[in-house]
């Protein structure tokens, strides 16, 4: 079996900055119309909706290639803001975290099937909860999708160990809970 630390890159660029693109505001539904290469390093920002379900290490076995996720975090993980710690250094710490490109997104199986840039990737909208489409930064985590104050660090914990934190996260809600509906109603 082997450990799988994962990541996305948040600020440094994977291709040339276009001041202009970046500055520009984000236009409704852009993730429809775009494929992850056309996209401005603004609007692949705002393409993660922060779950950071990327940052819980999963076991892969090696003999089935089945993927398992731990509700063990990556030691820089912070839990209760759900984000890095240290993200501008994480390198240091975190040799195996891996940046997110449009180009390796596609080829990247952990990644769990509700991210953002695997949805887009493959043609799908985004879900509810997305913070472009619920227009809040809470609705991650009162979905469930997200993994705010549910992991614990790995600390020194060894194989055996992470085998015993193998943990089936919750499915995430289906339909958004009433105040995201009523906010939705205020809005049109
Ligand atoms: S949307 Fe994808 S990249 Fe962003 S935190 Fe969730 S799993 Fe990680
Ligand atoms: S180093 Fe930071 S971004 Fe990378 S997996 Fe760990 S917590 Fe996540």
């Known amino acids: 079996m082997s450990t799988k630390t994962t990541l996305l890159d948040y600020e440094r660029s994977r291709r040339k900055r276009d001041p202009v693109a970046d500055a520009a505001p984000l236009e409704d539904g852009y993730w429809r119309r775009k494929k992850l290469t056309e996209m401005s390093e603004r609007e692949w920002e705002a393409l993660c909706d922060r779950c950071s ?3 819980v290490i999963s ?10 996720l731990t ?3 990556c ?17 240091q710490y975190v040799p195996d975290c891996v940046k997110l490109t449009p180009k390796n997104v596609p080829k990247l199986d952990w990644l769990p099937r509700t991210c953002a840039y695997r949805l887009v990737s493959e043609g799908k909208d985004l ?10 930064e809470d609705s991650v985590h009162d979905s469930k999708a997200s993994v705010r104050n549910k992991t614990r660090p790995e600390g020194r914990l060894k ?25 939705r109603r205020v809005r049109a």
């Not at 993980?77 to 250094?89: H, I, L, V």
């Open 159 to 183: 194989m055996p160990g992470l085998i015993k934190r193998i943990t089936r996260w919750p499915t995430p809600l289906e339909k958004p809970p009433a105040k995201y509906r009523r906010r």
């Open 75 to 91: 030691k820089l993980f912070d839990t209760k803001t759900c984000g890095c710690s240290d993200y501008a250094n994480r390198k």
């Open 127 to 136: 879900f509810w909860w997305h913070p472009l489409i619920s227009g809040s």
């Open 71 to 73: 509700d063990v975090s």
């Open 53 to 55: 379900k990327c940052c």
């Open 59 to 68: 076991i892969e076995d090696a003999d089935t290639n089945e993927l398992y």
